[in-house]
């Protein structure tokens, strides 16, 4: 037995505003484009679907439904961007509270314990201002999407005046997630007050994904592709030869060593990328580190710190002298 939750959206005084009948006629018009033909899908008169969805846009404050009369395609009715939007909301709500949900139940009901999710590996994709970055990660974003690859798309948000069409855009080209982070505020479904990491915003938002490619104007301490072009620039932003997977575009004449690839190889590209960054990111790690319920990426160093200290304690005591899976679970008043 399993308990399957389900959610709504409440007004200040508790009233149920929008729920899963909300969402099914919503999608119902999106499908048949027409409010007669869901009200006949749903049994009601166009009245009564007419009338629940006036109701809700009252209470919510946006249009959910535009109609057009007449002939021809145009004919019919749809949905605006904010329902589009309220139902993707919607969806992720339901998905992600009905999974912790399972959770807790498997954990209070079953005595079993939730495993961490994956940390999902980020590489940086960087260059200068008009250098083409944008449209070189929706590329990626497709052709891997064809491998059957699942990638995210991150923006910070000082990259604001291309972050949001790039977002965006990157939904349209098969994208499995698309975030715009700035301190105190997701352009997804969250709370969160704390500036993150690109690996911990990947770790905890782009669960799934296979990769995750953080769009930046600045070097970054990640496995980083750099779009090169000398007509913009002297040198890679680039500094640390660690930091490196590959460069793409023109090819800079102090850097020969680093792996180069043109713009007409993504294939190289992409292949290398595979080898390297997702070949070690399939290894699994030795120390998991969960913090009020969100995984925290840690520095190698850090995960050799935290399994030395805490092997070693664990050792001392009776009969844990060849410990091989140690969980450990600090609550603090």
């Known amino acids: 037995m399993k308990i399957k939750s389900k959610y709504w959206i409440e007004d200040e005084s508790g009233e149920v505003v929008f729920g899963e009948g909300r969402r099914k006629m919503l999608e119902l018009i999106e499908e048949l484009g027409s409010m007669q033909a869901t009200a006949r899908a749903l049994n009601m008169s166009y009245r009564g679907v007419w009338a629940r969805i006036k109701a809700t846009e009252e209470r919510l404050g946006i249009k959910l439904v535009e109609t057009s009369v007449g002939r021809g395609k145009d004919r019919g009715s749809r949905l605006t961007p904010q329902a589009r939007r309220l139902l993707q909301d919607f969806k992720l709500l339901s998905r992600k509270g009905i999974t912790h949900a399972d959770q807790m139940f498997d954990s209070i009901f079953e005595g079993e314990t939730p495993e961490s999710p994956p940390v999902v590996p980020v590489v940086a994709v960087i260059g200068q201002p008009g250098s083409g970055k944008t449209e070189l990660i929706l590329q990626l974003v497709r052709a891997w999407k064809e491998r059957g690859r699942r990638v995210g798309v991150l923006n910070r948000a000082s990259d604001r005046n291309a972050g949001k069409p790039t977002l965006e855009s990157a939904v349209e080209a098969g994208a499995h997630a698309a975030i715009l982070a700035e301190p105190g505020r997701l352009e997804i479904l969250t709370a969160d007050q704390d500036e993150q990491t690109a690996e911990s915003l990947a770790a905890n938002y782009a669960l799934g994904a296979d990769l995750v490619l953080f769009e930046s104007r600045e070097r970054v301490h990640l496995p980083t592709i750099e779009l090169f072009r000398s007509d913009l620039a002297e040198k890679p932003l680039t500094r640390r030869s660690r930091d490196i997977v590959a ?18 190889d993504l294939d190289g590209l992409m292949d290398l990328v595979e080898q390297t960054v997702l070949k ?34 664990v050792s001392s005591l009776k009969s844990c002298e060849d410990p091989r899976d140690v969980e450990l679970k600090i609550r603090l008043k």
């Open 247 to 264: 460069l793409i575009g023109d090819r800079p004449a102090d850097k020969e060593d680093w792996p180069w690839f043109p713009l007409s």
């Open 280 to 313: 070690d990111a399939l290894e699994p790690a030795g120390v998991s580190l969960v913090v009020d319920g969100k995984k925290v990426p840690q520095l190698p160093f850090v995960q050799d710190i935290i399994e030395k200290t805490v092997i070693g304690m």
